[in-house]
C-alpha cells in the first residue's frame, strides 16, 4: 500500500488558497465614516464655533453618503448631530436625530429616550430662564408676583 504524502508545497498552496478565497476584495465595508476622527479631533482640540459647523457638516455628509451608499449609519453619529442641534436650540431637528439613532440602534433607546425627554423639556425651562425676576427674589418668588399680577388684571 502506497502512502500518499503532502509535499510542503501543496500545503502552503493550500494556506494561500484558503486565506486569499476567504478574503473579498470587492465587499462594501459596513459604515461610512468620512473623515470623521480628523473633525472630531479638531472640534476638541479647537473649540470654536467654526470648527463645529465643520463638524456638523462632516456629520451630515456622513449620514446623506451613508444612506446614498446603502451602508448603516455609525453608531452614534445620529445622537451627535442631534446633541449639536440641541446646543443650537433646535429641539425639532434634535428630537427627530435622536429617535433615527434609537431605530437604528436599539441598545441606545433608554439614553435616546432621556435626551429626547429633555429636549421636549427644554423650551419651559429656556422660557423660565429668560424670563426676568427682580433683584433680590429667587424664581419661585418671581414666579409669586406673576401669578398675583395675572389675578389683579382678571378683576
Known sequence: MK???FSPLLAALTLLAMVFGCATSGSQPMYYWENYSDSLYQTKKHPTSENLAEHQSVLEKIIETSKE???RIPPGVCAELGYIYAMRNDNK???ELFTQEKQIYPEA???MDRLIQRSE???ES???AQA???PGQNQSQGAAVEKVGTEEKAK
Open 132 to 134: 426676568p425676576n427682580p
Open 121 to 123: 423639556r427644554k423650551p
Open 93 to 95: 431637528k434634535a428630537i
Open 109 to 111: 433607546t433608554l439614553f
Open 69 to 71: 451608499k446603502n451602508c
Open 3 to 5: 502512502r500518499v504524502s
Open 126 to 128: 429656556e422660557k423660565a
